[in-house]
């Protein structure tokens, strides 16, 4: 047990504090930075703060509900999801960078929170935890896709990365339903977006 407790802890200390890798080749890599006005690196580098946050927040959601997992086949799906966020999270640290900004201040803050959630969600069992994990999937969907249309057009580089991690979002929320998640109830979704709006406009400014 204690040594389990260590290593969730490490995990821990290593998403927030330590630079992420990824396997796969950071999306749009090969194309040229476009030139921005000032303004539209700033606007650019704190949407990809705002999703390198949702990227913590994923990696702590994701580390909770499979702690309370009961079922291996849903831990082992819940952690292939966590490596892929991983690779998020490089990407959206390598973008920011790129364009000058910083992550946000609140990230261990962020990432207790969401730890704290997927535990939660987890202990109703795991059909309400895989629905718990579709209904925040599709919420990050949406906010990618509300990104996508906010992101300079010709800032190509940052676009690729958004939209690969759209596609990839759709992917996790598939197989949650796919494994069986329960549809939340309404109120619910309710409190889940109320909340991602408040974490996501304290994050473009903080």
Known sequence: MIDQLILEFDKALRTVFAPARSVRPVPGDELPDAALEDDERRHAAALMRVNHVGEICAQALYQGQALMSRDPAIRESLQQASDE?????????????ELGGRKSL????????????GMAAGRFGDRWNLGFLAETERQVEAH??????S???QDRKSRAIV???KADEVEHAETALRLGAQ???APVKGVMKLAARVMTRTTYWV
Do not use: C, D, F
């Open 106 to 117: 609140l990230n261990p803050l962020w990432y207790g929170g969401a730890l704290a959630v």
């Open 144 to 149: 990618l896709k509300s990104h996508l249309e």
């Open 163 to 165: 939209e690969q991690m």
């Open 183 to 185: 549809e939340l109830p």
């Open 151 to 153: 992101l300079p057009a």
């Open 85 to 97: 966020e991983t690779e998020h999270l490089a990407w959206t640290e390598r973008r920011i960078a």
